[in-house]
């Protein structure tokens, strides 16, 4: 079974990153930061500081479980809550960024609120009614340096 990992990343500012892909004949959608666990990665936590370095060359601290979801697929996604601080989109280097069949990407800063995370397209959608529920509940709250 593919296991994939996913962060819901906490700026400084309180926003959380997300990736919105645009491809043609696709209504625009966003996923969180993250990729497939590969054979070399040492473990869940591991794989995922690897994709964020690739997907937005950036450096995360203070990982915590957030969710497990199994895909339609039957791909076991575990999501992440993290602190960024630093990051680059320019030098991203994963290797989904060299094919040009992919469409494009484009990195943006959400709003924690309900409002802003109800107006996104967020793939998977489980993901966005568990965000939105944390949210709610008051349960997300984001990691920053005091």
């Given at each position: 079974?593919?296991?994939?990992?996913?962060?819901?990343?906490?700026?400084?500012?309180?926003t959380?990153?997300?990736?919105?892909?645009?491809?043609?004949?696709?209504?625009?959608?966003?996923?969180?930061?993250?990729?497939?666990?590969?054979?070399?990665?040492?473990?869940?936590?591991a794989?995922?500081?690897?994709?964020?370095?690739?997907?937005?060359?950036?450096?995360?601290?203070?990982?915590?479980?957030?969710?497990?979801?199994t895909?339609?697929k039957?791909?076991?996604?575990?999501?992440?809550?993290?602190?960024?601080?630093?990051?680059?989109?320019?030098?991203?280097t994963g290797?989904?960024?060299?094919?040009?069949?992919?469409?494009?990407?484009?990195?943006?800063?959400?709003?924690?609120?309900?409002?802003?995370?109800?107006?996104?397209?967020?793939?998977?959608?489980?993901?966005?009614?568990?965000?939105?529920?944390?949210?709610?509940?008051g349960?997300?709250i984001?990691?920053?340096?005091?």
């Amino acid at each position: 079974m593919k296991e994939r990992v996913r962060a819901v990343l906490f700026t400084d500012a309180g926003t959380m990153l997300v990736i919105t892909r645009i491809r043609p004949g696709i209504p625009p959608y966003q996923v969180l930061v993250g990729g497939g666990v590969e054979d070399d990665d040492a473990d869940l936590e591991a794989a995922l500081l690897r994709e964020i370095r690739e997907e937005i060359a950036g450096e995360a601290t203070d990982l915590r479980p957030f969710r497990q979801l199994t895909t339609d697929k039957g791909e076991v996604e575990h999501f992440y809550t993290a602190r960024i601080a630093t990051w680059n989109f320019d030098n991203r280097t994963g290797p989904e960024f060299q094919r040009d069949d992919q469409g494009e990407y484009l990195l943006e800063e959400v709003p924690l609120t309900t409002e802003a995370v109800d107006a996104l397209n967020l793939m998977p959608p489980q993901i966005k009614d568990a965000l939105l529920d944390a949210i709610d509940s008051g349960d997300l709250i984001p990691v920053v340096q005091p």
